[in-house]
């Protein structure tokens, strides 16, 4: 872990979303120095799947040395920004640090994100950043350490991560546009960066995301807290940057990354926007063949004629269709497996009683998923979240993700029986 200087002790630090999870790290690391942290964030009340308010955080940030104030603030409300940046001055007498963390996110595609959802994610994530800097600019101007931080990705423009969730990553990459322009607006005057992580970092959120199990291929919170505090002692000189986590702590000295994981040695989850999988783990998962290379298009081998373990469960897959799943679902699903005991399958839900089987369907498939044969016998025993698996590269789909995400849930049914 990258140890507290002190160098922070007396700053004020202005973060939103920071009653949990990555925010509310940040805040206690600094708080360690003896800073003083503005919580803005909305919750008041504790939610019944993510524990935490901007009062139980405030305890736990003075509890390790620094001071809090807790502000109701909703990003998409301009007002309610505006009012605790005044008594965030009033208290401390200034701003130093602002963090960028608050965020929105749906994983959708265009047609099956509502307009409601839509408008969230830019509101909480472009807009409540512009208009969260906006506000703290003039404050930060006259501070000696002068940083803003969006917690947004580096802007990579590889058409795969905005086909599956373009609204998603319209929004996000909004964020990394605010550091773009003001870095440049400013320079001299206030450092502006972003941070993102090179992992799944574990939260309640992430929990929520990826169902539990999901832990052991994340890392901690506090490696975007030390990756933060390394970037709030640099000069105001050091601006435009898109920090990587594990980069910036590469060159603080730290050689091992296993204190930050969460199950250290199991492979670790890439994070959304790079095109890279995080150095300790490529090797490991290489040779596991955790991460297949699919290729698409290309003619798959035959299964043995022996039964493997994907017939095997699509035996049970086939056994335990019924008129009412068929109903429910109204999808034929391709499945493109690689290695062995792959193959071409298939598992249709609209033809009256449903089939599964080997080969093409009968009619065009809603969804065409590619994956090793290994992992879609994981999928479907539970074993591997079909949204971790499409998230790290190991499922590709192709088509309605509505009915991909239908699957899902089926599939959530059928692991009791395999």
């Known amino acids: 872990m990258l140890p507290n200087t002190g160098k922070l002790a007396g700053c004020t630090v202005f973060i939103t979303g920071a009653s949990r999870g990555i925010g509310k790290a940040i805040a206690l690391k600094a708080a360690k120095d003896g800073a003083n942290i503005v919580i803005a964030a909305k919750t008041t009340h504790a939610h019944p799947k993510l524990p935490g308010t901007i009062y139980t955080a405030a305890e736990e940030i003075e509890a390790v040395g620094g001071k809090a104030l807790p502000c109701v603030v909703d990003v998409r409300d301009e007002q309610q920004i505006s009012d ?16 960028n963390n608050a965020s929105a996110i749906s994983l959708t595609n265009t047609l099956e994100t509502p307009t409601k959802r839509v408008d969230l994610m830019m509101n909480v994530n472009t807009r409540g950043t512009y208009l969260t800097s906006k506000a703290c600019i003039p404050y930060l101007k006259k501070s000696k350490i002068a940083h803003i931080l969006n917690l947004s990705p580096p802007l990579n423009l590889n058409p795969m991560w905005f086909k599956q969730h373009c609204a998603y990553t319209i929004a996000k990459y909004g ?14 005057e206030i450092a502006v960066n972003a941070l993102w992580p090179k992992t799944a970092i574990h939260t309640a959120a992430m929990d929520m995301l990826g169902g539990s199990g999901i832990e052991s291929q994340c890392r901690k919170v506090d490696i975007i807290a030390d990756a933060a505090y390394s970037i709030f002692k640099k000069p105001k000189s050091f601006t435009g940057n898109f920090v990587i986590d594990e980069n910036i702590l590469k060159e603080e000295g730290i050689k091992s990354f296993d204190i930050y994981a969460v199950k250290p040695g199991h492979p670790l989850l890439p994070d959304f926007f790079l095109d890279e999988y995080p150095e300790p783990v490529t090797k490991k998962i290489g040779s596991q063949g955790a991460v297949p290379e699919v290729k698409e298009g290309k003619l798959q081998p035959q299964p043995k004629s022996s039964s493997g373990p994907v017939e095997e469960t699509f ?104």
């Not at 605790?84 to 963090?99: E, P, Q, R, S, W």
């Open 84 to 99: 605790a940046v005044d008594k965030a001055v009033k208290k401390f007498g200034g701003i130093d640090i602002l963090v």
């Open 315 to 418: 035996k049970i897959v086939k056994a335990s269709l019924s008129d009412d799943v068929v109903k429910a679902t109204q999808a034929i699903y391709l499945f493109e497996l690689s290695g062995e005991d792959g193959g071409t399958w298939f598992l249709d839900l609209k033809s009256k009683g449903g089939n599964a089987g080997y080969g093409e369907p009968s009619d065009r498939a809603d969804v065409v998923m590619s994956m090793s044969a290994d992992d879609f016998v994981k999928m479907f025993s539970g074993k591997l979240k079909p949204t971790m698996a499409f998230m790290s590269g190991r499922l590709k789909i192709k088509g309605n993700m509505a009915l991909a995400i239908k699957l899902e849930k089926l599939m959530n049914q059928m692991s009791a029986k395999l």
């Open 175 to 188: 964020m990394s546009m605010c550091v773009l322009g003001m870095a440049e607006e400013f320079k001299g």
